[in-house]
């Protein structure tokens, strides 16, 4: 498994931006497709984590959950061993603890397809 600590996070007000950042360690990470997941305030931890965005080993493919399309840019620096979150033009409904996830196989939009979770890092968009 990769390790994956995330950063970033705080709080913004409504249109204001944020990057989040995910740094892997442990093994090959370029090996690895990548996902950012959210969990929204009140919810039980581990579950109920949303697909928001997800990017090829290589780059070059990505995808997004249809809420964060046009204002999220996910990408990927294979050797820094980091992946990004541009969040543009954030909403209060933006408002979530943001984990980064990596899996080898599966589907981009499962959480059960990724096989490593970051701790999480508290995006708070206020109105």
């Known amino acids: 498994q990769v390790q994956l600590v995330e950063s970033g996070g705080g709080l913004v007000q409504a249109g204001g931006s944020l990057r989040l950042s995910c740094a892997a360690s442990g093994r090959t990470f370029s090996n690895y497709h990548m996902g950012w997941f959210r969990q929204a305030p009140g919810k039980e931890p581990g579950k109920e984590r949303l697909?928001?965005?997800?990017?090829?080993?290589?780059?070059?493919?990505?995808y997004y959950a249809d809420s964060v399309k046009g204002r999220f840019t996910i990408s990927r620096d294979n050797a820094k061993n980091t992946v990004y979150l541009q969040m543009n033009s954030l909403k209060p409904e933006d408002t979530a603890v943001y984990y980064c996830a990596a899996r080898l196989g599966g589907i981009y939009y499962k959480s059960s397809s990724y096989d490593s979770w970051g701790q999480g890092t508290q995006v708070t968009v206020s109105s």
């Open positions: 697909f928001v965005a997800a990017i090829s080993w290589i780059g070059g493919i990505t």
